[in-house]
């Protein structure tokens, strides 16, 4: 690992480290690290049952869209250790809820050590395809929760929660990998962006190295930094993909704090292309500005003639009300027609409709432009939606050329470099999925 920069990019008042990192030397080490890098931000040591008052204290389990804040605070970090005893986890857990005395929410069995790995279905009482979220069932891999780059629409501040303990992680997920010779791609992380605390953490490293001895799994992370140093001083390049959220200028500049600008991620990802590291862009999530098919058509530009992508997909905002995007993202930055639709069809949209803000044609339209200019430039670049609905998939599968059952998309089980399209079915395939040890993880019922 190279010399380290004395300070992370973001400026925490405090660290609060929980007492098991200081049995583990390995883990005590990287919490050393980050500590220094805070400096001088005071470190705190605190056990499991302190952790409720000071979740409290600090408004953890209330914390906002980003968006929605005349100042944003800068995320505390906390760093633990994942533990892979259940029975003790659990324990932990349950007595650090019992004494919460908010009325908000925290991921306790995360911060007790559970959920280093955890399985995804977007259905899981059946494995087939949600209507309304079309996203495939797999192992995904965790770092912790939170991050510091402050995006408008994100309500993943207040703490960064990251477990340091790299090592037994990496002994645990050898035999997880073993368990389930299925699936081949591992994401890593979905609610963490795990460059932000590299190199001082040093876990994005050993992980790479990790996969690159298997031969064939593939770790894949999913980010919109420009920090990519750690990542390429690695020298494991040939095991790992990163998939760059990718917005145009108005968009990372004004609505993603202090993420990479769209040029910074390109040129990022052009320096990882050339280390021999797989890069994967995602339009995700596309909000529409005022300006949003010009910057569309420049970002497209950008990427596609300073990098060769393994493939690309896309998703337009959701997952929010209307009422919501407004408090987060002023009106007035919006495409006027667009959130006009939005507001027109909010009062008809089913409760479950996961495709919210916006209603399919405004989505349609988005995705249609987006795909035409993409194609004249790259006729033959793999592209997809992504957690997009199987509506959407019947109005512009033809245009894509794939299919929900065998799309490779950014971040699925089965998206090796190279693939145009999958050969085995995605949900029949995660059927066999099984924990560490062992158990199943997909209940008889979900068959």
């Avoid at 995804?120 to 912790?144: A, D, L, T």
């Avoid at 140093?229 to 040939?238: T, Y």
């Avoid at 988005?366 to 035409?372: A, D, G, M, P, T």
Wanted: glycine residues 8%; aromatic residues 8%; proline residues 8%.
């Amino acid at each position: 690992m190279s010399d380290l920069p004395q300070a992370l990019f973001f400026k925490p008042p405090c660290v609060y480290v929980l007492a098991p990192v200081w049995e583990e030397p390995d883990a005590a080490g990287r919490a050393e690290r980050i500590a220094a890098a805070c400096a001088p931000a005071e470190v705190r040591t605190i056990g499991y049952d302190e952790l409720p008052d000071v979740v409290v204290e600090h408004g953890w389990d209330h914390f906002p869209q980003i968006g929605t804040l005349a100042t944003v605070p800068p995320p505390v970090p906390l760093l633990g250790v994942f533990r892979f005893d259940r029975e003790a986890v659990g324990r932990d857990a349950r007595r650090m809820a019992d004494a919460y005395r908010g009325d908000g929410h925290f991921p306790w069995r995360l911060a007790a050590g559970g959920g280093a790995f955890t399985f995804f279905c977007s259905g899981i009482r059946e494995i087939r395809p949600n209507p309304y979220h079309v996203c495939r069932p797999q192992w995904r891999i965790h770092q912790g929760r939170g991050c510091p780059h402050q995006c408008a629409y994100c309500s993943l501040g207040g703490v960064l929660l990251s477990h340091v303990n790299t090592e037994t992680y990496i002994e645990r997920l050898a035999d997880l990998l073993r368990e389930n010779p299925w699936q081949k791609t591992w994401l890593y992380d979905d609610v963490m962006d795990v460059l932000t605390l590299e190199p001082q953490l040093d876990t994005l490293g050993p992980l790479m190295r990790f996969f690159e001895r298997t031969g064939d799994r593939y770790l894949i992370v999913h980010t919109k930094s420009d920090r990519v140093d750690a990542m390429i001083e690695a020298g494991a390049p040939r095991n790992t993909i990163v998939a760059w959220s990718l917005s145009g200028p108005t968009q990372s500049r004004r609505l993603e704090g202090l993420s990479g600008t769209t040029e910074g991620r390109i040129e990022a990802a052009r320096r990882c292309q050339d280390a021999g590291i797989t890069i994967r862009y995602k339009f995700k999530p596309i909000v529409p500005v005022r300006e949003w098919r010009a910057e569309a058509d420049y970002t497209i530009d950008l990427a596609l003639r300073r990098t060769r992508p393994d493939n690309l997909s896309m998703t337009v905002l959701m997952w929010m009300t209307v009422e919501q995007l407004t408090a987060c993202i002023r009106p007035g930055m919006l495409d006027a027609g667009f959130l006009a639709a939005a507001e027109g069809s909010a009062a008809s949209r089913e409760a479950d409709d996961r495709t919210a803000t916006f209603p399919h044609a405004v989505r349609e339209k988005v995705y249609r432009h987006y795909l035409s200019r993409i194609r004249s430039i790259d006729p033959d670049v793999p592209v997809t939606i992504s957690t997009e609905s199987l509506a959407m998939w019947r109005s512009l599968g033809d245009a894509l050329g794939v299919t929900p059952a065998d799309y490779v998309c950014g971040c699925g089980a089965g998206s090796t470099p190279g693939k145009r399209t999958l050969e085995t079915n995605p949900w029949t395939d995660a059927r066999a999925a099984r924990h560490w040890d062992g158990r199943p993880a997909v209940p008889e019922q979900a068959y």
